[in-house]
T-cell receptor, first 119, second 113 residues
């Protein structure tokens, strides 16, 4: 049973280019989360998606960042017109989505991350 | 003030020692408490998860939660060099599916053989 897969593992972009990060959740998981980890900092929540729906984007920067999780295919985190401050490790996590009832925690499994470097 | 505070370390201890890692939090709505281990250049992996005050044990690891003090701890007994990693505490409110995790900054731990 494959875990969460992310690609590419390393991505180099020049300032002003676009970055597309892909995340394939674990089999049977319908919930996807994106987190960003800056050097010497913990992981910061960005966005929470279910198939074709954005559930919580409270951690997404207002401009240049977008995310989607289509009915078919991986989840995509898209960063337009990248700047040096976007250099970070971006982690995707998935969960089965069984927390429909209050009091049930939905465990998140993390992928290996995509390390984005902006030159 | 950050919602979750964690001493970044680094922390170095000799093999076999007991390690204590701690986090404090300010948001009393947090109900679920987790410890993740992250090896260099890898994704975090869940070590332990608990939702009630008190202790939870799993092998050499014990997670402790004190909701009245808003304080959580992870103890590692008989520490091994393979325990060298960054340890992240994480918390969630888990209110009808709002499962975003709030992390501490992580404590870098080195076990010296």
């Amino acid at each position: 049973n494959a875990g969460v897969m992310q690609n590419p593992r390393h991505l180099v972009r020049r300032r002003g280019q676009e970055a597309r990060l892909r995340c394939s959740p674990m089999k049977g998981h319908s919930h996807v989360y994106w987190y960003r980890q800056l050097p010497e900092e913990g992981l910061k929540f960005m966005v929470y998606l279910q198939k074709e729906n954005i559930i919580d984007e409270s951690g997404m920067p207002k401009e240049r960042f977008s995310a989607e999780f289509p009915k078919e295919g991986p989840s995509i985190l898209r960063i337009q017109q990248v700047v040096r401050g976007d250099s970070a490790a971006y982690f995707c996590a998935s969960s089965p989505g069984t927390s429909g009832s209050l009091g049930i925690h939905d465990e998140q499994f993390f992928g290996p991350g995509t390390r984005l470097t902006v030159l | 003030q950050k919602e979750v505070e964690q001493d970044p370390g680094p922390l170095s201890v000799p093999e076999g020692a007991i390690v204590s890692l701690n986090c404090t939090y300010s948001n009393s709505a947090f109900q679920y408490f987790m410890w993740y281990r992250q090896y260099s250049r890898k994704g975090p992996e869940l070590l332990m998860y608990t939702y009630s005050s008190g202790n939870k044990e799993d092998g050499r690891f014990t997670a402790q939660v004190d909701k009245s003090s808003k304080y959580i701890s992870l103890f590692i007994r008989d520490s091994q060099p393979s325990d060298s990693a960054t340890y992240l505490c994480a918390m969630s409110i888990s209110n009808f599916g709002n499962e975003k995790l709030t992390f501490g900054t992580g404590t870098r731990l080195t076990i010296i053989p």
